[in-house]
C-alpha cells in the first residue's frame, strides 16, 4: 500500500518534469528565431544572404590593374554529394568581376536538396568579397542522377587590406532533404540574386 505522501511526492515529480519537458519543447522552438537573431546582430547570417551593395559596388568601382589576388576555390561536401570548383584557383585585380563555376553532381537514384555554405581565409576577407550572384543563397534540388555547374559571380572590393594576397573562397554543401522542388537558377545573373 503506497502512503498518501508518496503519492504526493510522485504527483509534483511528475508536474516537475511535466513543465521542464514542456520548456524543453518550447525552448527547441525558440531557438530558431533566437539563432537567426543572434546571427544578424553579429554578422554571420551574412555569409548566405544576397549582398545588396554588390552590385552598386560593380557598377562603381574602378579595376585596380596594379594589383593582383589570388582566390584559392575549395569544396567540401557531407551527403551523397559530389562537388568541385571547376578551377582550382583564379587571379583577379580588385574591383573586376569575376566568375567562378562548382560542379555539383547527385550520384544516387534519388532527389537531393542540399545548401552550401562559404568560408573565407583569412577571415578578414569575408566583409570585402561581394557576392552578385551565388548558388549559395539558396537550397539546391538536383534529381536523381543530375549534374550541374553553379555560378558564383563575384567582386573583391579594392579596400582588400594591401597584405592579404591570397583569399581561400571554401564551400561545403550539406544534404538537407530529399525531393524537394528546385530553388534556385543555374546560369545568368537575374534579378534578386
Not at 519543447?25 to 530558431?32: D, S
Not at 537514384?109 to 577571415?123: C, E, K, M, N, T
Not at 550541374?148 to 559571380?153: A, G, K, L, N, T
Not at 563575384?154 to 571554401?170: C, E, K, Q, W, Y
Amino acid at each position: 500500500m503506497t502512503h498518501p505522501t508518496d503519492t504526493r511526492l510522485k504527483l509534483q515529480t511528475l508536474g516537475k518534469l511535466s513543465v521542464l519537458v514542456l520548456l524543453m519543447f518550447g525552448f527547441g522552438f525558440a531557438m530558431v528565431p533566437l539563432y537567426r537573431a543572434i546571427c544578424e546582430i553579429t554578422g554571420i547570417n551574412s555569409l548566405t544572404k544576397i549582398d545588396p551593395a554588390a552590385r552598386e559596388l560593380v557598377r562603381n568601382t574602378q579595376v585596380d590593374t596594379s594589383r593582383t589576388v589570388t582566390i584559392e576555390l575549395d569544396a567540401n561536401h557531407y551527403g551523397a554529394w559530389q562537388f568541385r570548383p571547376e578551377k582550382r584557383s583564379v587571379q583577379v585585380h580588385p574591383g573586376e568581376l569575376v566568375t567562378v563555376a562548382y560542379e555539383l553532381v547527385n550520384g544516387t537514384s534519388q532527389d537531393l536538396s542540399g545548401q552550401a555554405i562559404p568560408s573565407y581565409a583569412p577571415a578578414v576577407s569575408a566583409q570585402y568579397m561581394h557576392k552578385v550572384e551565388c548558388f549559395c543563397f539558396r537550397q539546391q534540388t538536383l534529381a536523381a542522377g543530375q549534374t550541374r555547374s553553379f555560378p558564383v559571380v563575384f567582386v573583391i572590393d579594392p579596400r582588400l587590406p594591401a597584405d592579404v594576397s591570397t583569399i581561400t573562397l571554401s564551400y561545403t554543401f550539406f544534404d538537407v532533404g530529399s525531393g524537394a522542388a528546385p530553388q534556385s537558377r543555374a546560369s545568368g545573373l537575374a534579378g534578386g540574386v
